[in-house]
């Protein structure tokens, strides 16, 4: 159980084109989900905090408008990289958290993104 | 406060030996230690995890030591193979949920 699909696994874009990435909590329902971004041998930087059915809250130093991020369901948490850069390449990691009372979070299985 | 710091960033250990990655905490709040096992071009799968209210928790191979007074956790992995061979993050979140904060991670390398 507590399963969170993330897709897709590997993308690549045009410099100055946008790209949508999913996250979905399968079996069962996630008020909150997280996204991370993680350089090669670092560790996972939060982005932001997606909740349902309100905005997402972004940590200091994170651009919203750049990165847009709608959770308009239980189980879909999705991140917009808008007006993608070489730069903005990175691997995008989403997470979320089970039901109230079980502080097991589930991490997707990740997203490369590659801007040319 | 929030910081929690993780060591060694790299470790190689022998087939069949212990490897033992160490994390320090700050925030006295925290009161959920996971741990993390990433292996390249994945996501973070949780390994184990403790609470604060027990000094000790074992999971087959892996086994978490917990220090409250000192505010340290370890993780032990007990006859260490070629496929433990991953990036091991330690974890840490304040009560009542939010959000996870990281270390630094520890690339563990287990030569056959």
């Known amino acids: 159980g507590a399963v969170v699909s993330q897709h897709p696994s590997r993308v690549i874009c045009k410099s100055g084109t946008s790209v949508k990435i999913e996250c979905r909590s399968l079996?069962?329902?996630?008020?909150?989900m997280f996204w991370y971004r993680q350089f090669p041998k670092k560790s996972l930087m939060l982005m932001a905090t997606?909740?349902?059915?309100?905005?997402?809250?972004?940590e200091q130093g994170v651009e919203k408008d750049k990165f847009l991020i709608n959770h308009a369901s239980l189980t879909l948490s999705t991140l917009t990289v808008t007006s993608a850069h070489p730069e903005d390449s990175s691997f995008y990691i989403c997470?979320?958290?089970?039901?109230?009372?079980?502080?097991?979070?589930?991490f997707g299985s990740g997203t490369r993104l590659t801007v040319v | 406060q929030q910081q929690v710091k993780q060591s060694p960033q790299s470790l190689i250990v022998q087939k069949g030996g212990i490897s033992i990655i160490n994390c320090a905490y700050e925030n006295t709040a925290f009161d959920y230690f996971p741990w993390y096992q990433q292996f390249p071009g994945k996501g973070p799968a949780l390994l184990i995890a403790i609470r604060p209210d027990v000094s000790e928790k074992k999971e087959g191979r892996f086994t978490i030591s917990f220090n409250k007074s000192a505010k340290q956790f370890s993780l032990h992995i007990m006859d260490s193979q070629p496929g433990d061979s991953a990036t091991y993050f330690c974890?840490?979140?304040?009560?009542?949920?939010?959000?996870?904060?990281f270390g630094q991670g520890t690339e563990l390398s287990v030569k056959p």
């Open positions: 997470s979320a958290r089970p039901p109230v009372g079980n502080y097991g979070y589930t």
């Open positions: 974890a840490a979140m304040g009560n009542q949920g939010g959000k996870l904060i």
């Open positions: 997606s909740n349902e059915g309100s905005k997402a809250t972004y």
């Open positions: 079996d069962f329902q996630a008020t909150t």
